[in-house]
């Protein structure tokens, strides 16, 4: 499963960038158990079962407890690093990004767009209102597994959904009109754990191109991870490198520091401001804060300074 990114590669859910996809599913089902759930994700489980994957199958279903892949330098309540923790980031990360689609249908919105959707379920558990039109964009192995097996399991979108099957780094705006898309009608767009996976120029890119394909009062939300200061890169090499051995020890190989791209990269906020885009940010150290999530005891990572951003293009 080990993989290094390389130009045109790509992948289905138990591989690369793939499997990280299965892993925040992972992560999601056992929020969804959670004794106060902050989601609710009745498909997480029975979709990482279906990958295949056995330690994040075990994972989603209970019988492996994230707090018992915690190294013994994790702390009582947790390092950055610690797999217990990477459940609560997925919690309020969810959280985030289900309350941000909420808040746009209230505000009328009811063109919904979510890039890299992975295993991403939100067509099928959120209340939608009538009428709105939730486009889901992957890699075509992605989409075609995620469709066929929630068809499976009984599943009903609850909204109209409609699949984009193409790589983000093809000529996905051509794929979105021939799918229906309308760039005149105000729309919602989440990408979610998706720009660390892109290089930096490759990152504007994206956030240009979504600029490019939206009308007035569309709103945008995503993350990012702050710039590294010197000697930071090193140390989150060698975090992952760290969290990869103790997953391998589990069976599960998947090699993290391989998978993202490094360096400085213009933040979100700044970037699309100006472009016309009226964003604000909270951190992940306020998000854990605001649920009742105890704080990183180590954070050398800089975990908690992960921004969640969200905002409106102005007219």
């Known amino acids: 499963m080990t993989s290094t990114r390389y130009e045109g590669d790509t992948w289905d859910l138990a ?29 997480a ?16 279903a209970g019988e492996v407890e994230p707090a018992d ?26 959280k985030f990004f289900d309350e941000f689609f909420l808040g746009a249908t209230r505000g009328g919105i009811r063109q919904a767009v979510i890039l890299a959707s992975g295993l991403d379920a939100r067509a099928y558990r959120l209340p939608w209102p009538a009428g709105t039109v939730v486009y889901e964009v992957d890699q075509p192995e992605v989409i075609e597994f995620k469709g066929r097996t929630l068809a499976e399991l009984g599943a009903a979108p609850t ?33 979610e754990g998706l720009l660390g996976y892109l ?6 890119r994206l956030l240009d191109t979504i600029t490019e394909l939206c009308a007035p009062g569309s709103r945008l939300a995503t993350e990012s991870a702050p710039n590294p200061e010197p000697g930071d890169e090193d140390k989150m090499r060698e975090h992952m490198q760290h969290i990869t051995e103790r997953w391998r020890a589990h069976g599960f190989d998947l090699d993290m520091a391989g998978l993202v791209y490094f360096g400085d990269r213009n933040e979100p906020v700044a970037y699309l401001g100006d472009r016309g885009w009226d964003l604000s940010a909270v951190t992940l150290r306020e998000l854990f804060d605001h649920n009742g999530i105890a704080p990183f005891e180590d954070d050398e990572m800089r975990m908690g300074d992960m921004l969640y951003v969200s905002g409106t293009l102005k007219n």
């Open 15 to 43: 591989s690369s960038v793939g499997a990280t996809a299965t892993m925040v599913a992972a992560a999601r089902a056992v929020a969804t158990r959670a004794d106060r759930p902050l989601i609710d994700d009745p498909y």
């Open 159 to 191: 909204a109209e959904r409609r699949v984009v099957a193409i790589d983000l780094r093809d000529d996905w705006p051509a794929a979105f009109r021939a799918a229906g898309f309308d760039p005149a009608q105000p729309t919602a767009w989440s990408a």
């Open 45 to 60: 489980e029975p979709l990482v079962r279906a990958v295949g994957v056995e330690f994040l199958s075990r994972l989603a």
């Open 199 to 204: 290089p930096p120029e490759a990152q504007d």
């Open 69 to 94: 892949l915690n190294d013994v330098h994790d702390g009582v309540t947790g390092s950055a690093g610690a797999m217990s923790r990477m459940v609560d980031n997925m919690a309020v990360r969810t």
